[in-house]
């Protein structure tokens, strides 16, 4: 096997490749491309000094252009506020009554769920929504009405 400088390339952007699938942080994917455009480089015949700028700018540029996109991207909610993490998160349910430190139990999806109010004031019962789950516990505000 004739090991040239593109097979350098290739074997350096596999073995990001595999560390990128081994610990899942998408930027040695970036670097990785690089490494592809510095093989293509050197299939086209570019020296080595062409090949390595080639390959640091194009993985630099990724790098930096991936960075920039996760940062301007909204974070998403923590994730006992998160609808994509708990499907319980916006459902409604009934409050009968309230305790006097703002918890109540009611059923919710066939078993009795421990509550407690979030929202401003004092609590009143009737219809509300989740909006977080900590634990064993629902956190409810009153919802809007319809």
């Not at 592809?36 to 790098?63: D, E, I, R, Y």
Request: charged fraction near 10%.
């Amino acid at each position: 096997m004739d090991w040239n400088a593109p097979m350098f390339w290739w074997l350096a952007a596999g073995v990001l490749v595999a560390a990128e699938l081994a610990t899942g942080t998408f930027y040695l994917l970036m670097v990785a491309v690089g490494c592809v455009a510095g093989a293509l480089a050197a299939h086209a015949g570019l020296g080595s000094t062409g090949q390595v700028a080639t390959a640091a700018l194009l993985g630099a540029a990724c790098t930096a252009g991936w960075h920039f996109k996760r940062a301007r991207s909204p974070r998403s909610a923590p994730a006992d506020r998160n609808s994509d993490v708990n499907i319980d998160i916006g459902q409604t349910l009934l409050v009968d009554a309230w305790a006097a430190d703002g918890t109540a139990r009611v059923p919710y999806r066939g078993a009795a769920w421990n509550v407690r109010y979030a929202g401003s004031g004092t609590p009143a019962p009737g219809e509300h929504v989740i909006v977080a789950v900590q634990g064993n516990q629902l956190r409810v505000a009153p919802a809007a009405p319809r």
